[in-house]
């Protein structure tokens, strides 16, 4: 009578030994917090910066336009990527396996 197989067994003998190696770079969540909050500083950066323009603390216009302008194109950009990732789940919730 034959000894019967181990699949595991097998397969090791078949496949080379490789080693997993975890990825050392920052993981996604760290990115987008990271992000949101430089975001969230040019924002706040743009309304010190009116609210300074406004009450006389600085003349500096173009200053405040460019800051101003800067947080906006963050702000459009952060919502943008948000938007994409949240059609990519789902996209991934509608697959069907």
């Known amino acids: 009578m034959a000894t019967p ?3 595991i067994k097998a397969v090791k003998q078949v496949l080379p030994e490789t080693n997993v190696q975890k990825k050392t770079g920052p993981d996604f ?3 987008l917090e990271s992000t949101i909050k ?5 924002t706040k950066n743009a309304e010190q910066a ?9 003349s500096d216009i173009h200053s405040v336009i460019i800051a101003a302008e800067k947080a906006d194109i963050m702000l459009q950009l ?3 990527v948000r ?5 990519s ?3 991934i919730m509608r697959m069907q396996i």
Do not use: L, M, Q, W
């Open 83 to 87: 938007n994409k990732i949240v059609e």
């Open 38 to 42: 430089k975001v969230n500083s040019t």
């Open 5 to 7: 197989i181990d699949p």
């Open 29 to 31: 969540k760290s990115i």
């Open 89 to 91: 789940y789902r996209e």
């Open 50 to 58: 009116a609210a300074d323009f406004a009450t006389g603390k600085t």
């Open 78 to 80: 952060t919502t943008e």
